[in-house]
């Protein structure tokens, strides 16, 4: 089993910048893709990023790509994601999780969710 959490988020304006992390507790994550997902009012839950175990693979969904780095430290059990040029249509709540197979950009992939954090940006 694997408890995930969250932290990291906030307001922000229009073009600032928020770290997301996501810390792991009950196993390591070296064995496990990892992935963020966001969902906003209203609207499913979208693919943002995934990391390979290594974190020698990532893989951005178009809208963020250029402006969001996924990035892992195997030895400190925790992921991060840092989010640059903000815009108000990347405000939601933002959700790591953690996949036991392959890289995927479905969350019917992931085994195990964190509670979400939330981003507001401002315009």
């Known amino acids: 089993q694997v408890q995930l959490v969250e932290s990291g988020g906030g307001s922000v304006q229009a073009g600032g910048s928020l770290r997301l992390f996501c810390a792991a507790s009950?196993?390591?994550?070296?064995?496990?893709?990892m992935g963020w997902f966001r969902q906003a009012p209203g609207k499913e839950r979208e693919f943002v990023a995934v990391?390979?175990?290594?974190?020698?693979?990532?893989y951005y969904a178009d809208s963020v790509k250029g402006r969001f780095t996924l990035s892992r430290d195997n030895a400190k059990n925790t992921v991060y994601l840092q989010m640059n040029s903000l815009k108000p249509e990347d405000t939601a709540i933002y959700y790591c999780?953690?996949?036991?197979?392959?890289?995927?950009?479905?969350?019917?992939?992931?085994?195990?969710w964190g509670q979400g954090t939330q981003v507001t940006v401002s315009s």
């Open positions: 999780a953690a996949d036991r197979g392959f890289i995927s950009t479905k969350p019917d992939a992931y085994d195990y």
């Open positions: 009950g196993r390591t994550l070296s064995t496990y893709v």
């Open positions: 990391i390979s175990w290594s974190g020698s693979n990532t």
